[in-house]
Nanobody, 122 residues
Framework: QVQLVESGGGLVQAGGSLRLSCAASGSIFSINAMGWYRQAPGKQRELVASITSGGSTNYADSVKGRFTISRDNAKNTVYLQMDSLKPEDTAVYYC????????????????WGQGTQVTVSS
């Protein structure tokens, strides 16, 4: 019904940059918040950044000043610009979207992408 497709992960050296994208498609009336989480091996999934439909943003302390989240509401797409990457940023990155549907009844449902690997070498 709703699919989130991520792209942009890969291998980069410390100090480098990557840009992740996540496009939502399907039965979408509107999207409230969108965000990025990450999960490193042996660790719990953690919030990286989130953005409301109005553009208000929230960041984990560990990425403030290095990562920038943005979105294109017309394209139902959220981006994560990652600069000054560190080895500790290595993880699988997941996007999510709080999608509003109106049929068969109004509801807000959180969907997740499949994840994209980001590896930062030292």
């Amino acid at each position: 019904q709703v699919q989130l497709v991520e792209s942009g992960g890969g291998l980069v050296q410390a100090g480098g940059s990557l840009r992740l994208s996540c496009a939502a498609s399907g039965s979408i009336f509107s999207i409230n918040a969108m965000g990025w989480y990450r999960q490193a091996p042996g660790k719990q999934r953690e919030l990286v950044a989130s953005i409301t439909s109005g553009g208000s943003t929230n960041y984990a302390d560990s990425v403030k000043g290095r990562f920038t989240i943005s979105r294109d509401n017309a394209k139902n797409t959220v981006y994560l610009q990652m600069d000054s990457l560190k080895p500790e940023d290595t993880a699988v990155y997941y996007c999510n979207a709080d999608v509003v549907r109106v049929y068969p009844g109004r509801a807000t449902i959180r969907y997740w992408g499949q994840g994209t690997q980001v590896t930062v070498s030292s």
